[in-house]
């Protein structure tokens, strides 16, 4: 433990001690006339004149000024001579050194040299020396003291010593609880001259921060004496000097107090009094202050005190915490400087201490933070602009907030409300702003509430608004009621969470929210609340008889408003109702859904009633359905009676009112099935049902059924309910079922003479052509009607086919017998087909692209043998009336055979007779898919094997080559048609099997046969309704 430390002590440690440390000597007395008067007391210097106060004019023999402070080394200085009759005691006093130099801990007690006194010789006395000096941070531990050095106590009419600080640094200080710092006091007078200045306990000049646990002392000023004349006694020194800035922190328990003023001497003159002041607490420029023990001003002559802290420059704060007690006055220097409530614990303030002529002056902005609550007393009308940060402050008037004009910003803390009264102050919501008001209270809040945050109402008292707010942030309603009256609205804030009570009842004319969420109650008394961008849900409910309007986006309803006995309106967006909302309802536009109650309702134009959310559900209108030409959506699994599905109970009558309502029915999985009961049943009337109230729109499609609207039962005929039967296949079957057959007609093979004409020599030559190679291309272009000889779907069609085929072909051998000619073929076709049914119409447009080879043999006697091989791929759109387009670029293939054989026969001359017979097998196959209504499609069954028999009467002319023909055929189709199933459902088409074919054809040949032209137009007939035209031309070129 270190004690009392003297300067033997230290220099024998090494540490370097000041000698002579001051700068200027205490002022000096002034003589200008005759008389007598007493000395200045000191006061502290400045870091270029650290002397004492000037001794009083008028006088030939006058006391000497007291000493001051350096505020450059923290020493004392010494007092001012006497001033004797013209001539000045120029002895120098001697000063007291410092106690010690570049401690970081102090733990027992380092000093500061005494001035040295005077007494008796007529010179001042010396000046204090500094406690502790230093650059290095420093702890003041428990127990430790620094005590800077006393004045010197002046001899007859000189001045006093200043004393010495306690701590002068540069650096940061701590003073631990039970370490104190007491600053010099100064010196006292033995005459006329003034007493010495009290010096500050510490002394900062570097900016730092003090953290103060124990008790900062500023040293006492000296007394001056009593006689005649006296000198005034020194001013005290402060608890704190910063030189140029910084932090003090003052804790809970601890103190710092400025010394007391020295007392003047008796009988004293005309200027000492003024002199005498005790020192302030703090005393700095660009200082921040929190407080959470005791500063105090220093006691001054004739009762008082100087002021506490005392900002003389720059920008400051001050920061109150509950157990803060400031005892002398606060002076801020300007608007700049702000005042702040803080710190976890709860306290209390006197408003009225705020004020010019208060206790606390000048500060230009207010804050509270701090998780604590602090409650404002008492009144001010000074301009308070409160900011609230943290915690809560808590008023009970709004004049502890001082004049209207100040505002209120909400940074995140509490306003709390302990009584009933208005306020129409501003108040900026910068983030969530919240208000508490006590049961059983009122706060009329007149001003605009405007910002980006949001505003949260606390407590279980009320909160009324009656202007026009501008804030953006949310709106929570935690407990108690949020009023709205007059004008009042708070239409921009994003969103309403209603958990206490919204209470609109008083607004003018009806409020607006953009979202509305809680479990609490919206009062509407006789007003309407709209709803412009909801998206939340309220489980809380309504009371009153007014309005609700949804104007736009989603809004869910679970709670019971069945008391509700107001209207609500659809007029955009979609409302779930999961609970009850009474009253009565419009859906003028946009939708209602859910799976609870509503009252009487009225479906309009252009709204939607959709029971169920996301999934099947039921939805009850507990009173009267009107229609007046909504819509009605119908969510259900298309299949057998028993089917899932929405349901609308109507516990009144259904009424049709303008125009019928229009059921749009959703298939959910439904892989249709026929009903065998009443159906599915979708709508339930417990009332009176009108006849055409509600009517099917579009198809209701499952699987291969088509579903219709009938309303009453079949075992109850009058029960006034609606149901969903299976009555026919579906409108889509016609074009799935009649599919593969348009497929097989775009492969059909041709005959020989249709894809080359006549290749050989005129019968009058006899026998086969000289072989010769040729390139060849033929156009195509049909029309039919193609009926069934049994059809699932009752469905036949037109086809329109254009095809244009290319090839090459050459001979691969000769012989006597006949030669042999091989080619290659590709092709591109086209088909569009229209299907007719009673069921549904539609058609499908397919494009193909093959690829074929062919091998012919034609012998020297006339007979011929012709084979094809063909692959194609498929591609086909299709579509069906009223629905459009249900498959889309579906993919097949297909592959065809045929073989034809013959003989030309000569008869008389250029006539010849050609009889034939040929068999051709196609096969097509397809991608399944899954149409719009979720059936899916495959293909069954896509063969063909048709038999050709004819005969052709020929005419040659012998100069060319050329010649004419007519043809006669009779057809037949060995298989049984082709099947698809569409959802497991198989539908089939039999083609009717029979058929006759009448033809005309020829070929022209010309430049000695090396360019032909040939065609053939073909008529055919099934003599049951299915006919068709065909016709073919091409041109070959031989080489």
């Known amino acids: 433990m270190l004690g009392a430390v003297s300067v033997a002590a230290l220099l024998a440690c090494g540490v370097a001690m000041p000698q002579g440390a001051y700068a200027a000597d205490g002022g000096q007395g002034i003589s200008t006339a005759s008389g007598v008067k007493g000395g200045a007391g000191g006061v502290d210097g400045t870091a270029a004149e650290a002397e004492g106060t000037k001794g009083p004019a008028g006088a030939s023999i006058t006391g000497g000024g007291g000493g001051a402070t350096d505020l450059t080394t923290g020493n004392g200085q010494a007092g001012g001579n006497a001033k004797l009759l013209g001539g000045v005691s120029a002895t120098r006093p001697t000063n007291g050194g410092a106690g010690a130099i570049g401690l970081a801990t102090v733990s027992g007690t380092v000093s500061g040299g005494n001035g040295a006194g005077n007494l008796g010789s007529g010179i001042a006395g010396g ?6 000096s230093t650059t290095m941070d420093l702890t003041v531990q428990a127990g430790g003291a620094v005590k800077g050095g006393a004045g010197g106590s002046a001899g007859s009419s000189s001045g006093g010593g200043g004393g010495g600080v306690g701590v002068f640094t540069s650096a940061d200080v701590t003073i631990d609880a039970l370490g104190t710092v007491t600053g010099g006091a100064g010196g006292l007078l033995a005459g006329q001259g003034g007493g010495g200045g009290g010096a500050a306990a510490l002394l900062v000049t570097g900016g730092g921060t003090i953290t103060n646990s124990g008790t900062l002392l500023g040293g006492k000023g000296g007394d001056g004496r009593a006689g005649f004349p006296t000198g005034a006694g020194g001013s005290g020194g402060e608890g704190i000097r910063l030189i140029n800035g910084g932090t003090v922190v003052n804790n809970a328990g601890a103190s710092i107090t400025g010394g007391a003023a020295g007392l003047n001497g008796a009988g ?12 302030a607490g703090i005393k700095g420029a660009n200082v921040s202050v929190l407080n959470a023990g005791t500063i105090s001003g220093g006691a001054t002559t004739g009762g008082g005190r100087v002021n506490a802290i005392t900002f003389t420059g720059g920008v400051n704060s001050l920061e109150l915490w509950s157990t803060s007690l400031i005892t002398g006055n606060v002076q801020a220097f300007s608007a700049a400087d702000s005042f702040t409530l803080g710190g976890a614990g709860n306290g209390s303030f006197n408003a009225a201490s705020i004020g010019n002529s208060a206790q606390y002056r000048g500060f230009g902005s207010f804050e509270k933070t701090g998780s604590g609550t602090w409650v404002l007393t ?29 505002g209120l910003v909400f940074n995140g803390g509490t306003l709390q409300t302990t009584a009933s009264f208005t306020t129409n102050r501003g108040m900026a919501l910068n983030t969530t702003g919240k208000i508490d008001t006590a049961a059983a209270t009122t706060l009329t809040a007149s001003g605009i509430l405007s910002g980006a945050g949001g505003l949260t109402k606390t407590g279980g008292g009320t909160l009324e608004l009656t202007g026009d707010n501008s804030y953006s942030g949310e709106t929570t309603v935690s407990a108690g009621k949020l009023a709205l009256s007059g004008t009042g609205s708070i239409a921009a804030s994003s969103r309403a969470v209603v958990d206490g009570t919204l209470d609109i009842s008083g607004v003018a004319d009806g409020a607006s929210i953009k979202r509305l969420a809680g479990a609490g109650t919206v009062e509407f008394g006789n007003q309407t609340l709209t709803l412009t961008e909801a998206n939340d849900t309220f489980s809380g409910d309504f009371a009153g008889n007014g309005g609700f309007v949804l104007a736009g986006g989603q809004q869910m309803l679970t709670g019971d408003s069945s008391l509700f006995a107001g209207s609500s309106r659809v007029e955009g967006g979609t409302l779930s109702v999961n609970g009850t909302l009474g009253g009565t309802m419009d859906v003028l536009g946009g939708r209602l859904q859910g799976n609870g109650t509503v009252g009487a309702t009225t479906n309009h134009l252009g709204g939607v009633i959709a029971p169920g959310i996301d999934g099947f559900g039921t939805l009850m209108v507990d009173g009267t359905y009107t229609s007046n030409g909504g819509a009605l959506e119908i969510e259900t699994v298309l299949a057998g009676d028993s089917s899932q599905t929405d349901l609308l109970i109507i516990t009144g009558n259904s009424i049709l009112g303008t125009s019928t309502t229009q059921v749009h029915v959703f298939n959910v999985g439904g892989l249709g099935a026929q009903t065998t009961a009443d159906g599915i049943k979708i709508v339930q009337v417990d009332g009176t049902s009108a006849a055409d109230a509600f009517v099917l729109n579009g198809p209701a499609i499952g699987g291969a059924y088509s579903y219709k609207l009938f309303q009453n039962g079949l075992a109850n005929t009058t029960d006034g309910d609606w149901y969903l039967r299976a009555a026919s296949l579906a409108p889509t079957t016609p074009v799935y079922q009649n599919y593969p057959q348009v497929l097989l007609g775009m492969i059909a093979l041709p005959t020989l003479e249709q894809r080359v004409g006549d290749r050989r020599r005129t019968v009058l030559d006899g026998g086969a052509e000289t072989g010769q190679q040729a390139i060849w291309t033929r156009f195509e272009g049909a029309h039919g009607h193609v009926e069934a000889n049994a059809s699932s779907a009752d469905a036949s069609y037109d086809v329109d086919t254009t095809l244009v085929q290319a090839g090459i072909d050459g001979q691969l051998s000769e012989t006597a017998a006949g030669r042999l000619v091989a080619g ?13 049914s009673s069921l549904g119409e539609g058609g499908n447009t397919t494009v193909s692209y093959g690829v074929g080879a062919t091998l012919t043999w034609y012998g020297e006697n006339g007979f011929y043998v012709d084979g094809q091989a063909q692959l194609a791929t498929l591609r086909s759109d299709m579509n069906a009336a009223v629905i ?15 073989l034809e054989a013959g003989r030309k026969i000569g008869l008389d001359g250029a006539w010849s007779l050609t009889p034939q017979a040929q068999l051709a097998y196609a096969s097509v196959d397809f991608d399944a898919f899954t149409d719009p209504f979720g059936a899916n499609v495959s293909l069954r069954k896509g063969d063909s094997l048709k038999g050709r ?39 089939s088409f039999e083609p009717q099997r029979f058929g006759g074919e009448l033809g005309l054809g020829g070929t022209y040949k010309w430049a000695g046969g090396k360019y032909t032209l040939f065609g053939e137009a073909l008529a055919s007939s099934s003599f049951e309704g299915s006919h068709a035209l065909k016709g073919t031309a091409g041109i070959i070129v031989r080489f």
């Open 268 to 279: 004293i003159g005309g200027f000492g009094v003024a002199a005498s002041s005790g020192g």
């Open 127 to 132: 000046g204090g020396g500094v406690g502790l």
């Open 949 to 987: 028999l004819g005969a052709a009467l020929n005419y040659d002319v012998q100069a060319t080559g050329s010649h004419v023909y007519g043809i006669a055929n009779l057809t037949y189709e060995f298989l049984n048609g082709t099947s698809v199933a569409v959802s497991g459902v198989d539908l």
């Open 824 to 836: 290659l073929t590709a092709q591109y076709s086209r088909t569009d087909a229209d299907i007719f």
């Open 884 to 898: 459009g387009k249900i498959g889309d670029g579906i993919h097949g293939n297909g592959y065809a055979l045929s």
């Open 378 to 406: 008492g009144v001010t009308s000074a301009l308070t602009p409160w900011t609230l940060s943290g915690g809560t402050l808590s008023i009970a008037g709004d004049g502890s907030l001082g004049d209207a004009a100040s």
